[in-house]
């Protein structure tokens, strides 16, 4: 059984040299600017913030957990990677495994855990140093590296969704949970029948957790499954004491509570994971808090998004990448050799592939299937195709090839009417009600039939450069 400990985790962190110690910042922006600056260095170590201004010492919050590949690897208890095209290499495939496996490790239920270090029946949330992380943020969030966990209506299904949420007031919180999340469908069929909707949110642990309560984990299956088929391990929870929900025994902080019937307020806005704010605040169901958990010296997670390269935008680049690689080999794609979802793109609206080209048509395939498959369709913009000799991951190479071997004229594909989001900035310049958005296929592969006299690379041979990095070292 496996707590999900975020302490055993940091233990291994320090370790790895991956973790800083930041003492004396604000809560109020400077958690969150510091975070965003970190997160925009080549390789960014996890930022564990304590004597937070107005806080007592060890009232702490932790951000930053997934941005390298050596942490990323270590919380999906991969072997240790140094570099993302590895990383991405060994998780191909893993997601379906794990899928598949999931229903031998429902979560098991203990009776006693870190967690109950502290019960608190008189809550204030604001106990803990939830930041206000962006400077046009309708108020601070004490989630957001969190897990919400719910109960369907109707059967036993209980899942774990990572929804952003904003403190309201010492008892209250604000749910934002987009529609079609499966969160909010528990939540809309509560609202239907008038049923107070019981909710826990975690708000700190071993960050698999949230990873993965933050992925597309199918409907109907639970999160803890999910992470007992990685952890090969089930994961030992403690159930709520008002609403029997499931968190984790190790949880650094749990609320508990019940959202009223039709209880809904005003939420947000808050900078989002493509890089910018709403236009306007949401309206968003608000929990009632009545019970805090929570472990001596708690470490609140913050995972804040913001313009990427944004504090989750790596996980998320990493993740996609792999399932869409295997997303394209499924479909018949040959001789796929990488895939990359860039973070700019907040890894959903710039994708490049690179492939072999094998046929006439090759890469026109490959680009439309890497732009409508199921885990890339939605809010996909750019989907790029590029040879084997360009590292899809590598912007300089991916423009260099889309400014050298495109004919605007007939190498961009438009699709029309495409799957789009309200949550779109360019939501506000679309021609329809619905969130239709067009998508544009790149193909920039070198014409197929024109490989043979397609002009050579102006560029050292890979043997000539080895030559040369070997023979002069120091000065390379
Ligand atoms: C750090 C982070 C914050 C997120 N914030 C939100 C959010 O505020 N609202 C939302 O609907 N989805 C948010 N997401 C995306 C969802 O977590 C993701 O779509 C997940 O699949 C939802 O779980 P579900 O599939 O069980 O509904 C966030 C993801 C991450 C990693």
Known sequence: MNPLDLRTWLAEVEKLGELRHVRGADWNLELGAISELNVKKDVPPALLFDEIKGYARGFRVLTCSTSSPARLSSILRLPLQRAHHGLVEMLRGKP????????RFPATVVKNGAALEHIEREVDVLKF????????????????????????????????????VQVIDRNHVALDMVPGKHGRIHYEKHKAARKRFPVVIVCGGDPLGYLISGIEVPFGMCEYNYIGAILDSPVAVL????????????????????????DERTEGPFGEFHGYYPGKAGIAPV??????????????????????????????????SAL?????????????????????????????????????????????ILSQCGVGAYMSRYSVVVDEDI?????????????????????????????????????????????????????????????????????????LQ??????????L
Request: net charge negative; with cysteine.
């Open 96 to 103: 379906a495994q794990w899928q598949a496996s999931a229903e």
């Open 129 to 164: 140093p939830a930041p206000l992380w962006h400077e046009l943020d309708g108020g601070r969030y004490i989630g957001t590296g969190c897990s919400v966990v719910t109960r369907d209506l109707d059967s036993d299904w209980i899942n774990v969704g990572t929804y952003r």
């Open 239 to 262: 159930e709520g004491e008002l609403t029997g929900l499931p968190f984790p025994a190790a949880s650094e902080i749990v609320l508990e509570g019940f959202v009223e019937p039709s």
């Open 287 to 320: 929990l009632t808090v009545q019970r805090v958990y929570y472990r001596s010296d708690p470490i609140l997670m913050g995972s804040p998004p913001a313009k990427p390269p944004n504090d989750y935008s790596y996980s998320k680049a990493v993740m996609r």
């Open 324 to 368: 869409l690689h295997d997303a394209v080999v499924a479909a018949g794609v040959p001789d796929v050799c990488a895939v990359w979802a860039h973070e700019i793109g907040g890894a959903r609206m710039f994708n490049v592939v690179s492939i072999k080209q094998r046929y006439a048509g090759h890469a026109r395939q490959a680009g439309h």
């Open 391 to 463: 590292d899809p991951a590598n912007l300089q190479e991916v423009i260099w090839a889309m400014a050298t071997r495109t004919d605007p004229a007939v190498d961009i594909d438009i699709i029309e009417r495409g799957m789009g989001s309200k949550n779109d900035p360019m939501f506000v310049a679309y021609r329809y009600e619905a969130p239709y958005s067009s998508k544009a296929v790149i193909d920039a592969c070198r014409p197929w039939d024109h490989l043979d006299d397609f002009p050579p690379v102006a560029e050292a041979s890979k043997e």
């Open 466 to 475: 080895q030559k040369i990095r070997a023979k002069w070292k120091d000065l």
